[in-house]
RNA sequence: CGGGGCGUGGCGCAGCCUGGUAGCGCACACCGUUCGGGACGGUGGGGUCGAAGGUUCAAAUCCUUUCGCCCCGACCA
Protein backbone atom coordinates (compact mmCIF):
# COMPACT_ATOMS: atom_id res chain seq x y z
CA UNK A 1 0.00 0.00 0.00
CA UNK A 2 1.05 3.24 -1.01
CA UNK A 3 -0.07 6.83 -0.06
CA UNK A 4 -2.21 8.87 -1.09
CA UNK A 5 -1.04 10.61 -4.54
CA UNK A 6 -3.28 13.27 -5.20
CA UNK A 7 -4.21 14.42 -8.96
CA UNK A 8 -3.98 18.47 -7.87
CA UNK A 9 -6.40 20.01 -10.25
CA UNK A 10 -5.41 23.69 -8.77
CA UNK A 11 -5.40 26.93 -10.85
CA UNK A 12 -3.39 29.67 -10.35
CA UNK A 13 -5.41 32.00 -12.07
CA UNK A 14 -8.65 33.48 -11.02
CA UNK A 15 -12.14 31.92 -13.19
CA UNK A 16 -13.10 34.76 -14.69
CA UNK A 17 -17.19 33.42 -13.94
CA UNK A 18 -16.89 33.28 -9.82
CA UNK A 19 -17.81 35.86 -7.93
CA UNK A 20 -17.74 34.91 -4.37
CA UNK A 21 -14.93 33.82 -2.41
CA UNK A 22 -16.34 30.13 -1.80
CA UNK A 23 -16.77 29.68 -5.14
CA UNK A 24 -13.55 31.15 -6.37
CA UNK A 25 -11.35 29.09 -4.04
CA UNK A 26 -13.20 25.98 -4.86
CA UNK A 27 -13.06 26.27 -8.28
CA UNK A 28 -9.23 26.94 -7.90
CA UNK A 29 -8.36 24.33 -5.16
CA UNK A 30 -10.19 21.44 -7.89
CA UNK A 31 -13.02 20.92 -5.40
CA UNK A 32 -15.76 21.33 -7.63
CA UNK A 33 -16.12 21.92 -11.93
CA UNK A 34 -19.09 23.42 -13.77
CA UNK A 35 -21.45 21.49 -15.82
CA UNK A 36 -23.68 23.54 -16.41
CA UNK A 37 -25.39 26.85 -14.50
CA UNK A 38 -25.78 25.50 -11.02
CA UNK A 39 -24.55 21.87 -11.80
CA UNK A 40 -21.00 21.09 -10.82
CA UNK A 41 -18.97 17.74 -10.47
CA UNK A 42 -17.33 17.16 -7.02
CA UNK A 43 -13.71 16.55 -7.62
CA UNK A 44 -11.86 14.36 -5.30
CA UNK A 45 -11.29 16.84 -2.83
CA UNK A 46 -14.79 18.28 -2.66
CA UNK A 47 -16.32 14.57 -2.38
CA UNK A 48 -14.48 14.02 0.47
CA UNK A 49 -15.53 16.84 2.13
CA UNK A 50 -19.22 16.56 1.22
CA UNK A 51 -18.38 13.21 3.17
CA UNK A 52 -16.81 14.65 6.39
CA UNK A 53 -20.07 16.13 6.27
CA UNK A 54 -22.04 13.85 5.91
CA UNK A 55 -20.25 11.88 8.80
CA UNK A 56 -20.80 14.21 11.38
CA UNK A 57 -24.39 14.88 10.26
CA UNK A 58 -25.37 10.99 10.42
CA UNK A 59 -23.69 10.97 13.75
CA UNK A 60 -25.59 13.47 15.67
CA UNK A 61 -28.93 12.49 13.87
CA UNK A 62 -28.52 8.99 15.22
CA UNK A 63 -27.39 9.87 18.59
CA UNK A 64 -30.46 11.92 18.21
CA UNK A 65 -32.53 8.84 18.08
CA UNK A 66 -33.39 9.58 14.34
CA UNK A 67 -33.20 7.06 11.85
CA UNK A 68 -32.06 7.13 8.15
CA UNK A 69 -33.81 5.90 5.48
CA UNK A 70 -33.71 7.05 1.69
CA UNK A 71 -36.56 7.95 -0.33
CA UNK A 72 -36.70 8.50 -4.66
CA UNK A 73 -35.71 11.48 -5.68
CA UNK A 74 -38.47 10.59 -8.56
CA UNK A 75 -41.79 11.78 -6.98
CA UNK A 76 -45.51 10.66 -8.55
CA UNK A 77 -47.52 14.04 -9.00
CA UNK A 78 -50.47 12.79 -6.76
CA UNK A 79 -48.60 12.93 -4.08
CA UNK A 80 -48.03 16.36 -4.55
CA UNK A 81 -51.80 17.11 -5.49
CA UNK A 82 -53.10 15.99 -2.62
CA UNK A 83 -51.36 18.57 -0.71
CA UNK A 84 -51.82 21.41 -3.53
CA UNK A 85 -48.86 21.95 -4.25
CA UNK A 86 -48.18 20.36 -7.37
CA UNK A 87 -50.05 23.37 -8.13
CA UNK A 88 -48.71 26.01 -5.93
CA UNK A 89 -45.06 25.02 -5.87
CA UNK A 90 -44.56 26.62 -9.21
CA UNK A 91 -41.71 26.87 -11.55
CA UNK A 92 -39.05 25.90 -8.95
CA UNK A 93 -40.65 22.11 -9.16
CA UNK A 94 -38.69 20.01 -11.93
CA UNK A 95 -41.34 18.32 -13.56
CA UNK A 96 -41.35 15.62 -15.79
CA UNK A 97 -43.34 12.94 -17.54
CA UNK A 98 -42.95 8.88 -18.10
CA UNK A 99 -42.90 6.91 -21.82
CA UNK A 100 -47.18 6.84 -20.27
CA UNK A 101 -47.41 10.65 -19.84
CA UNK A 102 -47.41 10.10 -16.32
CA UNK A 103 -46.55 13.49 -14.44
CA UNK A 104 -43.65 13.39 -12.12
CA UNK A 105 -41.65 15.41 -10.03
CA UNK A 106 -37.92 15.75 -9.09
CA UNK A 107 -38.05 16.17 -5.33
CA UNK A 108 -37.03 19.79 -4.41
CA UNK A 109 -38.39 18.32 -0.26
CA UNK A 110 -39.96 15.28 0.76
CA UNK A 111 -42.82 16.02 3.10
CA UNK A 112 -45.16 14.59 0.77
CA UNK A 113 -43.60 11.35 -0.13
CA UNK A 114 -42.57 10.87 3.63
CA UNK A 115 -45.85 11.53 4.59
CA UNK A 116 -47.14 8.52 2.33
CA UNK A 117 -44.28 6.48 4.07
CA UNK A 118 -45.12 6.82 7.06
CA UNK A 119 -49.24 6.61 6.87
CA UNK A 120 -48.73 2.98 5.57
CA UNK A 121 -46.21 2.25 8.29
CA UNK A 122 -46.57 4.38 11.45
CA UNK A 123 -50.06 2.74 11.92
CA UNK A 124 -49.51 2.73 15.87
CA UNK A 125 -49.15 4.95 18.77
CA UNK A 126 -46.83 2.95 20.04
CA UNK A 127 -44.09 3.33 17.35
CA UNK A 128 -44.29 7.20 17.77
CA UNK A 129 -42.88 9.52 18.05
CA UNK A 130 -40.27 8.95 15.18
CA UNK A 131 -37.93 10.83 13.21
CA UNK A 132 -36.90 9.83 9.75
CA UNK A 133 -33.88 11.63 8.10
CA UNK A 134 -32.08 11.08 4.54
CA UNK A 135 -29.10 12.75 3.12
CA UNK A 136 -30.05 12.91 -0.95
CA UNK A 137 -29.99 15.18 -4.08
CA UNK A 138 -32.72 17.64 -4.18
CA UNK A 139 -33.65 19.45 -7.18
CA UNK A 140 -34.74 22.80 -7.61
CA UNK A 141 -35.59 24.91 -11.04
CA UNK A 142 -34.31 27.98 -9.31
CA UNK A 143 -34.61 31.32 -10.68
CA UNK A 144 -31.21 31.94 -10.89
CA UNK A 145 -28.69 29.59 -9.88
CA UNK A 146 -25.60 31.27 -8.33
CA UNK A 147 -23.11 31.38 -6.68
CA UNK A 148 -21.50 27.89 -6.99
CA UNK A 149 -22.73 25.44 -4.63
CA UNK A 150 -24.64 28.09 -2.76
CA UNK A 151 -27.32 27.76 -4.84
CA UNK A 152 -27.75 24.74 -7.20
CA UNK A 153 -30.23 23.54 -9.14
CA UNK A 154 -28.93 20.09 -7.92
CA UNK A 155 -27.89 19.85 -4.05
CA UNK A 156 -27.03 17.55 -1.30
CA UNK A 157 -29.75 18.07 1.50
CA UNK A 158 -30.24 16.15 4.99
CA UNK A 159 -33.63 16.59 5.33
CA UNK A 160 -35.70 14.83 8.53
CA UNK A 161 -39.61 14.09 8.94
CA UNK A 162 -40.68 14.03 12.78
CA UNK A 163 -43.80 12.07 13.27
CA UNK A 164 -45.44 13.01 16.71
CA UNK A 165 -48.33 12.25 18.67
CA UNK A 166 -49.31 15.57 19.62
CA UNK A 167 -48.57 19.26 19.58
CA UNK A 168 -46.92 18.73 22.87
CA UNK A 169 -44.41 15.80 21.51
CA UNK A 170 -43.95 17.70 18.54
CA UNK A 171 -42.36 20.45 20.02
CA UNK A 172 -40.28 17.99 21.89
CA UNK A 173 -39.39 16.57 18.70
CA UNK A 174 -38.50 19.94 17.62
CA UNK A 175 -36.40 20.69 20.67
CA UNK A 176 -34.82 17.86 20.16
CA UNK A 177 -33.52 18.78 16.34
CA UNK A 178 -32.82 22.30 17.42
CA UNK A 179 -30.10 21.07 20.02
CA UNK A 180 -29.30 18.38 17.31
CA UNK A 181 -28.27 21.21 14.67
CA UNK A 182 -26.19 23.55 16.88
CA UNK A 183 -24.42 20.17 17.86
CA UNK A 184 -23.73 19.31 14.09
CA UNK A 185 -22.95 22.93 13.07
CA UNK A 186 -20.41 23.38 16.09
CA UNK A 187 -18.52 19.94 15.48
CA UNK A 188 -18.62 21.15 11.59
CA UNK A 189 -16.44 24.49 13.04
CA UNK A 190 -18.62 26.67 11.81
CA UNK A 191 -20.14 29.81 13.89
CA UNK A 192 -24.37 29.91 13.48
CA UNK A 193 -26.68 31.47 14.59
CA UNK A 194 -30.37 30.65 14.93
CA UNK A 195 -33.16 33.10 13.82
CA UNK A 196 -36.69 33.08 13.62
CA UNK A 197 -38.11 32.87 9.80
CA UNK A 198 -40.62 32.27 7.61
CA UNK A 199 -42.19 29.31 6.98
CA UNK A 200 -42.53 30.01 3.03
CA UNK A 201 -43.38 27.43 0.76
CA UNK A 202 -43.15 24.36 3.42
CA UNK A 203 -45.89 25.82 5.31
CA UNK A 204 -46.04 25.28 9.07
CA UNK A 205 -46.80 27.40 12.32
CA UNK A 206 -43.21 28.16 13.18
CA UNK A 207 -39.83 27.70 12.27
CA UNK A 208 -36.27 28.44 12.60
CA UNK A 209 -33.25 29.20 10.45
CA UNK A 210 -29.48 28.34 10.87
CA UNK A 211 -27.68 31.13 9.55
CA UNK A 212 -23.63 31.35 9.14
CA UNK A 213 -23.15 34.69 9.20
CA UNK A 214 -20.85 35.90 6.56
CA UNK A 215 -20.34 38.64 4.38
CA UNK A 216 -21.77 37.34 1.16
CA UNK A 217 -24.75 36.05 2.66
CA UNK A 218 -27.95 36.03 0.70
CA UNK A 219 -29.94 36.40 3.54
CA UNK A 220 -30.34 39.12 6.44
CA UNK A 221 -30.98 38.85 9.67
CA UNK A 222 -31.48 41.44 12.50
CA UNK A 223 -30.69 40.60 15.50
CA UNK A 224 -30.74 42.50 19.53
CA UNK A 225 -27.66 43.08 20.98
CA UNK A 226 -28.86 43.19 24.60
CA UNK A 227 -31.24 40.03 24.34
CA UNK A 228 -31.70 36.90 22.46
CA UNK A 229 -34.08 38.16 20.03
CA UNK A 230 -32.92 37.79 16.18
CA UNK A 231 -34.84 37.01 13.19
CA UNK A 232 -34.96 37.10 9.49
CA UNK A 233 -35.51 40.61 8.09
CA UNK A 234 -37.99 38.74 5.89
CA UNK A 235 -39.93 38.11 9.47
CA UNK A 236 -39.15 40.91 10.97
CA UNK A 237 -39.83 43.41 8.11
CA UNK A 238 -38.80 47.10 8.01
CA UNK A 239 -38.92 47.23 12.03
CA UNK A 240 -35.56 48.30 13.25
CA UNK A 241 -36.17 47.68 17.37
CA UNK A 242 -36.13 44.92 19.12
CA UNK A 243 -39.79 44.16 19.62
CA UNK A 244 -38.71 42.39 23.09
CA UNK A 245 -36.63 45.30 24.11
CA UNK A 246 -37.17 48.12 22.13
CA UNK A 247 -33.15 48.51 21.49
CA UNK A 248 -32.08 49.48 18.17
CA UNK A 249 -31.01 46.34 16.35
CA UNK A 250 -28.12 44.95 14.72
CA UNK A 251 -27.90 43.60 11.15
CA UNK A 252 -25.91 41.45 8.80
CA UNK A 253 -25.88 39.41 5.74
CA UNK A 254 -25.99 35.60 6.58
CA UNK A 255 -25.76 31.93 4.67
CA UNK A 256 -28.93 29.99 5.68
CA UNK A 257 -27.43 26.63 5.95
CA UNK A 258 -30.25 24.74 8.37
CA UNK A 259 -33.83 25.53 8.49
CA UNK A 260 -36.35 23.35 10.79
CA UNK A 261 -40.41 23.41 10.86
CA UNK A 262 -43.29 22.88 12.88
CA UNK A 263 -45.47 21.95 10.31
CA UNK A 264 -48.50 20.51 12.85
CA UNK A 265 -50.84 19.14 10.85
CA UNK A 266 -50.15 21.09 7.58
CA UNK A 267 -49.57 17.61 5.29
CA UNK A 268 -51.22 15.16 7.88
CA UNK A 269 -54.24 16.60 7.49
CA UNK A 270 -54.55 17.03 3.65
CA UNK A 271 -53.20 13.28 2.86
CA UNK A 272 -55.21 11.80 6.09
CA UNK A 273 -52.20 10.23 7.76
CA UNK A 274 -52.17 9.46 11.20
CA UNK A 275 -52.16 6.36 14.05
CA UNK A 276 -54.55 4.73 16.35
CA UNK A 277 -54.36 6.07 19.58
CA UNK A 278 -54.76 4.23 22.55
CA UNK A 279 -58.31 4.54 22.54
CA UNK A 280 -58.43 3.23 19.04
CA UNK A 281 -59.21 6.62 17.37
CA UNK A 282 -57.67 7.83 14.40
CA UNK A 283 -55.16 10.95 15.43
CA UNK A 284 -53.25 13.02 12.75
CA UNK A 285 -49.19 12.88 13.07
CA UNK A 286 -47.96 16.59 14.15
CA UNK A 287 -45.19 16.68 11.97
CA UNK A 288 -41.93 18.73 12.06
CA UNK A 289 -39.15 18.80 9.15
CA UNK A 290 -35.78 19.64 9.63
CA UNK A 291 -33.10 20.28 6.90
CA UNK A 292 -29.57 21.51 6.03
CA UNK A 293 -27.77 22.07 3.06
CA UNK A 294 -25.24 19.73 3.10
CA UNK A 295 -23.41 20.72 -0.62
CA UNK A 296 -24.04 24.40 0.44
CA UNK A 297 -22.15 24.01 3.75
CA UNK A 298 -19.09 23.70 1.89
CA UNK A 299 -19.32 27.34 0.42
CA UNK A 300 -20.39 28.61 4.03
CA UNK A 301 -17.76 27.55 5.41
CA UNK A 302 -14.97 28.86 3.19
CA UNK A 303 -16.81 31.76 3.35
CA UNK A 304 -16.67 31.80 7.04
CA UNK A 305 -12.72 30.95 7.01
CA UNK A 306 -10.46 31.66 4.25
CA UNK A 307 -7.49 34.02 3.63
CA UNK A 308 -5.66 35.68 0.64
CA UNK A 309 -3.46 32.12 0.35
CA UNK A 310 -6.68 30.22 -0.13
CA UNK A 311 -9.46 28.18 2.08
CA UNK A 312 -8.67 27.33 5.43
CA UNK A 313 -10.71 24.51 6.74
CA UNK A 314 -12.14 23.45 10.00
CA UNK A 315 -10.62 20.08 10.50
CA UNK A 316 -13.05 18.45 10.84
CA UNK A 317 -14.51 19.16 7.31
CA UNK A 318 -11.05 19.16 5.76
CA UNK A 319 -10.43 16.55 3.47
CA UNK A 320 -7.41 15.62 4.97
CA UNK A 321 -6.45 17.12 8.01
CA UNK A 322 -3.00 16.49 7.31
CA UNK A 323 -0.61 17.55 4.09
CA UNK A 324 2.63 16.34 4.09
CA UNK A 325 4.65 18.11 1.52
CA UNK A 326 7.58 15.85 0.60
CA UNK A 327 10.06 18.43 -0.48
CA UNK A 328 12.62 16.80 -2.22
CA UNK A 329 15.73 17.40 -3.04
CA UNK A 330 18.98 15.61 -4.71
CA UNK A 331 19.75 14.22 -1.77
CA UNK A 332 18.24 10.66 -2.05
CA UNK A 333 18.61 9.52 1.25
CA UNK A 334 16.98 12.30 2.61
CA UNK A 335 14.26 11.73 0.44
CA UNK A 336 13.70 7.90 1.52
CA UNK A 337 13.90 9.03 5.04
CA UNK A 338 10.74 11.57 4.39
CA UNK A 339 8.78 8.63 2.00
CA UNK A 340 9.09 7.09 5.35
CA UNK A 341 7.90 9.49 7.43
CA UNK A 342 5.26 9.98 5.28
CA UNK A 343 3.98 6.60 5.43
CA UNK A 344 4.00 6.21 9.06
CA UNK A 345 2.07 8.91 9.20
CA UNK A 346 -0.17 7.77 6.94
CA UNK A 347 -0.17 4.63 9.27
CA UNK A 348 -1.01 6.48 12.63
CA UNK A 349 -3.75 8.51 10.66
CA UNK A 350 -5.41 6.42 8.16
CA UNK A 351 -7.66 8.49 5.86
CA UNK A 352 -6.22 12.14 6.80
CA UNK A 353 -2.77 12.19 5.27
CA UNK A 354 -2.25 13.31 1.80
CA UNK A 355 1.28 13.44 1.05
CA UNK A 356 2.69 15.59 -1.58
CA UNK A 357 5.21 14.10 -3.51
CA UNK A 358 5.23 15.73 -7.04
CA UNK A 359 8.12 16.53 -8.30
CA UNK A 360 7.54 20.60 -7.71
CA UNK A 361 9.39 22.94 -6.96
CA UNK A 362 8.72 24.43 -2.68
CA UNK A 363 7.12 26.67 -3.79
CA UNK A 364 4.39 25.13 -5.82
CA UNK A 365 3.62 23.06 -2.74
CA UNK A 366 3.16 25.79 -0.25
CA UNK A 367 0.90 27.31 -2.14
CA UNK A 368 -1.21 24.46 -3.21
CA UNK A 369 -1.13 23.29 0.65
CA UNK A 370 -2.48 27.07 1.71
CA UNK A 371 -5.03 27.27 -1.38
CA UNK A 372 -6.43 23.75 -0.59
CA UNK A 373 -6.98 24.95 2.77
CA UNK A 374 -5.25 21.89 5.06
CA UNK A 375 -5.21 22.33 8.24
CA UNK A 376 -1.58 20.83 9.22
CA UNK A 377 0.84 20.99 7.34
CA UNK A 378 4.09 19.05 7.71
CA UNK A 379 7.33 20.07 5.67
CA UNK A 380 9.98 17.46 5.33
CA UNK A 381 13.22 19.67 3.80
CA UNK A 382 16.67 17.83 3.49
CA UNK A 383 18.06 20.48 5.92
CA UNK A 384 15.80 20.02 8.74
CA UNK A 385 15.78 15.88 8.44
CA UNK A 386 19.31 15.60 8.46
CA UNK A 387 18.74 17.26 11.55
CA UNK A 388 16.47 14.70 12.62
CA UNK A 389 13.49 16.59 12.65
CA UNK A 390 10.69 18.38 10.83
CA UNK A 391 8.94 22.12 10.01
CA UNK A 392 5.07 22.19 11.23
CA UNK A 393 3.06 24.65 9.80
CA UNK A 394 -0.64 25.47 11.25
CA UNK A 395 -2.90 27.02 8.46
CA UNK A 396 -5.01 29.09 10.03
CA UNK A 397 -2.40 31.02 12.23
CA UNK A 398 0.65 30.51 10.04
CA UNK A 399 2.32 29.32 12.90
CA UNK A 400 5.91 27.61 12.38
CA UNK A 401 7.42 25.10 14.48
CA UNK A 402 10.19 22.24 14.06
CA UNK A 403 9.56 19.02 15.72
CA UNK A 404 11.93 15.86 16.43
CA UNK A 405 10.94 13.73 13.77
CA UNK A 406 10.67 11.04 16.54
CA UNK A 407 8.12 13.32 18.27
CA UNK A 408 5.97 13.97 14.79
CA UNK A 409 3.13 11.52 15.87
CA UNK A 410 2.27 13.28 19.08
CA UNK A 411 2.54 16.54 18.01
CA UNK A 412 -0.27 16.16 15.33
CA UNK A 413 -2.45 13.99 17.95
CA UNK A 414 -2.00 17.35 20.14
CA UNK A 415 -2.43 20.09 18.02
CA UNK A 416 -4.96 18.40 16.13
CA UNK A 417 -6.99 19.55 18.74
CA UNK A 418 -5.61 22.83 19.18
CA UNK A 419 -6.08 23.16 15.06
CA UNK A 420 -10.02 22.37 15.76
CA UNK A 421 -10.95 18.95 15.82
CA UNK A 422 -11.23 19.53 19.80
CA UNK A 423 -14.42 21.81 19.54
CA UNK A 424 -15.25 24.27 22.46
CA UNK A 425 -18.88 25.51 21.91
CA UNK A 426 -18.85 29.16 22.98
CA UNK A 427 -22.06 30.41 25.07
CA UNK A 428 -23.78 33.42 23.33
CA UNK A 429 -22.79 32.50 19.87
CA UNK A 430 -26.12 31.72 19.14
CA UNK A 431 -29.91 32.18 20.75
CA UNK A 432 -30.09 27.85 21.56
CA UNK A 433 -30.46 26.38 24.66
CA UNK A 434 -28.12 26.66 27.21
CA UNK A 435 -27.94 22.35 27.49
CA UNK A 436 -25.83 22.74 24.42
CA UNK A 437 -22.90 25.16 25.74
CA UNK A 438 -20.82 21.77 26.58
CA UNK A 439 -17.50 20.75 24.93
CA UNK A 440 -17.32 18.25 22.08
CA UNK A 441 -14.11 16.21 21.46
CA UNK A 442 -14.18 14.57 18.35
CA UNK A 443 -12.16 11.41 17.54
CA UNK A 444 -12.26 10.45 13.22
C1' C B 1 -39.06 36.84 -16.96
C1' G B 2 -37.03 42.26 -17.08
C1' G B 3 -31.95 45.14 -17.05
C1' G B 4 -26.51 44.79 -18.05
C1' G B 5 -22.18 41.94 -19.83
C1' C B 6 -19.71 37.77 -22.22
C1' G B 7 -18.89 33.26 -25.57
C1' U B 8 -11.69 32.62 -29.55
C1' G B 9 -6.84 25.40 -27.43
C1' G B 10 -7.75 22.99 -20.31
C1' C B 11 -7.58 28.28 -17.72
C1' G B 12 -7.04 33.81 -18.35
C1' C B 13 -7.23 36.98 -22.50
C1' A B 14 -5.90 39.89 -27.40
C1' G B 15 -7.64 40.06 -32.41
C1' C B 16 -13.53 42.16 -34.31
C1' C B 17 -14.52 48.94 -35.04
C1' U B 18 -11.28 49.43 -40.47
C1' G B 19 -13.04 41.22 -43.56
C1' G B 20 -7.48 38.45 -46.30
C1' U B 21 -7.82 32.17 -43.36
C1' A B 22 -5.74 32.79 -35.60
C1' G B 23 -2.12 34.97 -31.54
C1' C B 24 -0.21 35.92 -26.27
C1' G B 25 0.32 34.37 -21.02
C1' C B 26 -0.57 30.19 -17.87
C1' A B 27 -1.17 24.99 -17.91
C1' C B 28 0.46 20.35 -20.51
C1' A B 29 4.71 16.85 -22.87
C1' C B 30 10.07 16.11 -23.59
C1' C B 31 15.47 17.83 -22.67
C1' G B 32 18.91 20.66 -19.74
C1' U B 33 19.92 23.90 -15.61
C1' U B 34 17.35 24.81 -10.98
C1' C B 35 15.11 23.15 -5.97
C1' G B 36 12.12 26.31 1.41
C1' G B 37 7.16 30.37 -0.94
C1' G B 38 3.73 29.59 -7.61
C1' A B 39 12.09 29.12 -11.41
C1' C B 40 14.79 29.64 -16.30
C1' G B 41 16.20 28.24 -21.32
C1' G B 42 15.10 25.14 -25.50
C1' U B 43 11.71 21.98 -28.21
C1' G B 44 6.66 20.25 -28.97
C1' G B 45 1.29 18.96 -29.06
C1' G B 46 -3.41 21.04 -28.85
C1' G B 47 -8.42 25.65 -31.42
C1' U B 48 -14.75 23.33 -37.03
C1' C B 49 -13.18 31.22 -33.19
C1' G B 50 -20.75 28.69 -28.99
C1' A B 51 -24.28 27.02 -33.11
C1' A B 52 -27.17 27.77 -37.69
C1' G B 53 -28.22 30.70 -41.82
C1' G B 54 -26.91 34.99 -44.85
C1' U B 55 -23.63 38.90 -47.38
C1' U B 56 -18.77 38.47 -49.95
C1' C B 57 -13.78 36.27 -54.45
C1' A B 58 -12.79 35.80 -49.08
C1' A B 59 -15.98 35.94 -42.39
C1' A B 60 -13.38 35.04 -35.61
C1' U B 61 -14.35 39.98 -37.82
C1' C B 62 -20.35 42.43 -41.21
C1' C B 63 -26.06 41.00 -40.95
C1' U B 64 -30.09 37.68 -38.99
C1' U B 65 -31.58 33.88 -35.86
C1' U B 66 -30.52 30.69 -31.99
C1' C B 67 -28.09 28.33 -27.75
C1' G B 68 -25.22 28.87 -23.44
C1' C B 69 -22.80 31.47 -19.44
C1' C B 70 -22.03 35.54 -15.76
C1' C B 71 -23.84 39.85 -12.87
C1' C B 72 -28.31 43.00 -10.73
C1' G B 73 -33.99 42.44 -9.09
C1' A B 74 -39.01 38.56 -7.53
C1' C B 75 -37.34 32.13 -4.51
C1' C B 76 -34.79 28.73 -0.84
C1' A B 77 -31.11 24.23 2.07
Known sequence: MRTTRLPYITFHEEPAEAEV???????RGGYIKKVAGGLYDFLPLGTRVLRR????????????????????????????????????????????????????????????????LARGTLRSYRQLPVTLYQIQTKFRDEIRPRFGLMRGREFVMKDAYSFARSEREGAECYAIM?????RIFSRLGLSVRMVEADTGMIGGSSSHEFMVLAPSGEDIVVFCPSCTYSSNVELAGDSTRCPLCHVPLDRTTAIEVGHVFDLGTRYSEPMNAGFLDPDGRESLYHMGCYGIGVSRLLAAAIEQSHDEQGIIWPCAMAPYAVCVLLLGGKDTEMRERGE??????????????????????PGVKFADADLCGFPIQVILGEKNLRDDRVEVKIRKTGERQLVAISGISEWIRDHLGKAGLSVSVPSGEWGGPDAMVDTLTLDR
Not at 340 to 361: Q, S, T, Y
Open 178 to 182: QDTYF
Open 340 to 361: GIARHLDDKFPDMVLVDDREAR
Open 21 to 27: ISHRLML
Open 53 to 116: IERIVREEMDRAGAFEVLMPALQPAELWRATDRWDKYGKELFRLSDRHDRAFALGPTHEEVVTD
